[in-house]
């Protein structure tokens, strides 16, 4: 089974930059998309960023030209490296693994199969 799991989220004041991890286990060859969500309790979990499996990239407009998404795949890891951090990115941020295609927007969720248990990112004024 197919299994992600997020790392270096953290608290960071604003302005500063943060850069998470998710090490997937059991992906198999040909791969498909890979994104970063996020939510608050105040909001509904929305996307991030996403690699698609031609190696497009999708952003929130809200992250354009401060978040970077990339996809190692000799280590199965994914990453989103936050900078210029502000306080309304702060959120649990999740990474979601598609295992199949997918039609739908980059952002639609139920292309998403697999789902991680989510890294807490603060950012402070």
């Known amino acids: 089974a197919v299994e992600v799991m997020e790392s270096g989220g953290g608290s960071v004041q604003a302005g500063g930059s943060l850069r998470l991890a998710c090490t997937a286990t059991?992906?198999?060859?040909?791969?498909?998309?890979m994104g970063w969500f996020r939510q608050t309790p105040l909001k509904d979990r929305e996307g991030v960023a996403t690699i698609e499996s031609d190696g497009n990239t999708y952003y929130a407009d809200s992250v354009k030209g401060r978040f970077t998404i990339s996809l190692d795949n000799t280590k199965n890891t994914l990453y989103l490296q936050m900078n210029n951090l502000k306080f309304e990115d702060t959120a649990m941020y999740y990474c979601?693994?598609?295992?199949?295609?997918?039609?739908?927007?980059?952002?639609?969720?139920?292309?998403?199969?697999?789902w991680g248990q989510g890294t807490q990112v603060t950012v402070s004024t």
């Open positions: 059991g992906l198999t060859y040909p791969r498909y998309a």
């Open positions: 979601a693994a598609a295992t199949r295609p997918g039609d739908g927007a980059w952002s639609f969720q139920p292309k998403y199969a697999v």
